[in-house]
């Protein structure tokens, strides 16, 4: 192995395989892919047989999902039964290649849902806050039953993370590192980075997700769409805590979070108002 080869190695991937844990440590055990694989395989399992009861609401599946599998078809890379696969695959990449260890109970997972409902009301408080700072209000009418927006709620936590934590984060970290950007300046920019990406993907209406020219012309379209502001602004604070939640307390605890706010907003606070 050449310097530059472990220079990336050592700088770049390891910090997303923290090696200091102790067997019976809860708060290092749920950072971990295999118990994040076990927690998120019931929300996946539910959201793919949704989805295809639902398959004549085009809203039941996740635009994440869908620009993935636009993406896979495309170039040939992918076949559709594979495209549910790609949270687990990548997540038993992530345990083979670091060597993770195997500990998992079902406390652990319980744990992992309490926190996620914890972040997720935080999230909820946050959404009210920046709420605040703009007060003009836009009525959103709901087209699709509670059940279809459930379907879709649940495929956006588990695409959209996939995509832009699992993925998107950690290249663009590995990337800044190999620039010899320090650590704590990697860390902060691959998170403004992604959460840029992640909040400004919800306005490309293309599936050309990461085209510059997409990219800009929804920026464009947030910048002169003042009932835009608020929607564009939470969805980038959400993206941070998403992000920090992947760093600090893994993939599955941001999975949760993610898909715990939507359904209580989305579905729940939906159905009350």
Do not use: K
Request: aromatic share 14%; hydrophobic share 55%.
């Amino acid at each position: 192995m050449n310097r530059e080869t472990s220079y990336l190695i050592d700088n770049s991937i390891a910090p997303m395989f923290p090696q200091e844990q102790s067997d019976n440590d809860y708060w290092s055990t749920a950072r971990e892919p295999w118990p994040s694989l076990l927690f998120i395989l019931p929300f996946l399992i539910v959201y793919e047989v949704g989805a295809i009861a639902h398959a004549h609401v085009p809203a039941s599946r996740n635009g994440a999902d869908l620009w993935i599998r636009h993406f896979g078809m495309e170039t040939g890379v992918a076949v559709e039964w594979m495209f549910p696969l790609l949270a687990p695959i990548l997540l038993l990449i992530w345990q083979f290649a670091a060597q993770r260890p195997w500990n998992w109970n079902l406390e652990t997972l319980s744990g992992m849902f309490a926190e996620s409902l914890m972040f997720a009301m935080t999230l909820v408080v946050i959404g009210q806050v920046t709420a605040l700072a703009f007060p003009l209000e836009v009525a959103v009418e709901l087209s699709v039953t509670p059940l279809s927006r459930a379907v879709s709620f649940l495929g956006a936590g588990i695409y959209e993370e996939m995509l832009f934590r699992l993925t998107m984060l950690p290249l663009i970290f590995a990337a800044l590192r190999v620039i010899r950007l320090p650590r704590s300046l990697a860390i902060f920019g691959s998170i403004m980075i992604s959460s840029w990406l992640f909040a400004t993907a919800h306005y490309v209406g293309s599936p050309a997700l990461f085209s510059p020219d997409e990219l800009t012309q929804a920026m464009t379209t947030v910048c002169e769409s003042r009932e835009l502001w608020f929607s564009y602004t939470f969805r980038f604070v959400a993206g941070i805590l998403f992000s920090i939640l992947f760093w600090v307390r893994g993939f599955g605890i941001a999975v949760g979070c993610h898909i715990l706010y939507d359904l209580f907003v989305g579905v729940i606070l939906a159905g009350i108002g």
